[in-house]
């Protein structure tokens, strides 16, 4: 039996096949594209299914697809007429809002030491892209049946069920409040709190598919749906068990990285700095700090000449180090810690690759310190993709344990594991290798003076 894991990421959408074991055996993708529309820019929801229906079949016709599970990024919902048609076209959340429309906002948006939620740009705040909607079309907007996050608005398509769930809920959106575990006052002033569907567990078994997708897909057999999640969390949940009593931080990787620390104060937060409690599947706040990595890595790539598939030596590093050449954020100015700051690189490198590799180690780095975080830090696919990045934050973390699970696609493993929920939490624990800590000679020296370089370029 095979579990089919459809994975929209903000670059690439993803669907891959995984055994009884969460190896992956199939995998297929294509990039994720935006609609610049009249009004704003809109995701193509329909080339979306189309491709997830054709991928599904094309699994099927090699694997008996019992079970489906969805993740996906962040800041997004998908509005539903009461004719089961989709109302609006689906916002990018990397569209400006009007400043008359933020400002409306920013006044009626709940205080962050309710929601942990940050004041973020664009439409990062689902609640700023909803109340835009809402203004933008009041007489359509009132019409609205269905409120879904974007995981389950596809377990939706799949099964005909309406549900929601609280990771992706609890997501920067401002419609949450993740110490009382209920909706904000901001659900009411929207007036959509007939529209949001019930909320589920993200481990819950949802439904069957359609007749209409299992006509389109070939799926006959028996293939239960799962509730989905946003995508970090699921990185995040497959290190949770049963029990909230635990330490750890995961560094989930991508187009964002998102260090989130399991026991970590969410008091600590400072939204200034682009930190914000997520929720975990377990419904409980977990204390995180975010920046566009994935991103700020191939922006240093490009302003260097350098390119992402270029090797990194630790006499690179070493280099660096030894030239104080320094790459200062914030190479992607709406997100992070020092958001607004005018990027800077010192000097031209020799090998840009390292310098990105290097700085992207400081920036976690800071967050961590940032969260205080405690216990051992666990990266996923990082660990294969950039295992000298992980080393170089053991060298200036040596009082924790840094992890390398070892994945290709730790979204993926973790989105699998909420489809074997109770038998993962029951099993004996994974195995994991750790990094070696570097021996660079005036790491720390580099760092404080990194630190300083930023202040002074603020």
Known sequence: MYTFIFDIGKTNIKGY????????VWTESQKNTSV?????????????????????????????????????????????????????????????TPEQI???????????????????????NLGRQLWWLKKYNPKTFSNVKHVFMYPQYWVWKLTGIAVNEVTSLGCHTDLWLPEQQDYSSLVDKLGIRHAMPPL?????????LSNKVQALTGINQPCQVFAGIHDSNASFARYLSNS????????STGTWIITMSMGGN??????????????CVLNQPIACARFMGGREFELICQQTSANVTDNVSITDIQDLI??????????????????GSQSKITATPENGKALATLYLALMIDYQLSQ????????????????????????????????VLSGDNASTVKGAWVLTNWQSWCNREKEINDTAHSLQLANLNDYRAKWLTAIEANQ
Not at 266 to 279: F, G, S
Not at 322 to 339: I, T, Y
Request: aromatic letters at 8%; hydrophobic letters at 40%.
């Open 200 to 208: 589920v567990a993200a481990y819950d078994t949802i439904g069957g």
């Open 266 to 279: 969410i008091k600590r937060l400072n939204e200034k700095k682009d930190m914000l409690a997520n929720v």
């Open 17 to 24: 096949v995984l055994n009884e074991q969460s190896e992956t």
């Open 371 to 402: 969260l205080d975080a405690k216990g051992d830090i666990i990266f996923g696919s990082t660990s294969k993709k950039n295992p000298l990045m992980c080393s170089i934050i053991a060298q200036l973390r040596p009082q924790q344990r840094v």
């Open 244 to 251: 909230i009593h635990q330490e750890f931080t995961v560094v």
């Open 36 to 96: 610049k529309g009249q009004d704003y820019t809109y995701i193509d929801i329909e080339s979306v299914e189309n491709w997830l229906l054709s991928a599904l079949e094309k699994a099927n016709q090699k694997f008996n697809i019992s079970a489906i599970n969805i993740s996906t990024h962040g800041a997004c919902a998908v509005l539903i007429d009461q004719e089961n048609k989709l109302l609006m076209p689906v916002m990018d959340y990397e569209c400006e």
């Open 102 to 124: 933020s400002a409306e906002y920013d006044l009626i948006r709940p205080a962050f030491n309710q929601s942990f939620s940050p004041n973020l740009s664009a439409g990062l």
């Open 322 to 339: 030894d030239q104080q050449l320094f790459a200062l954020p914030a190479f992607e100015p709406g997100s992070g810690p020092f958001r």
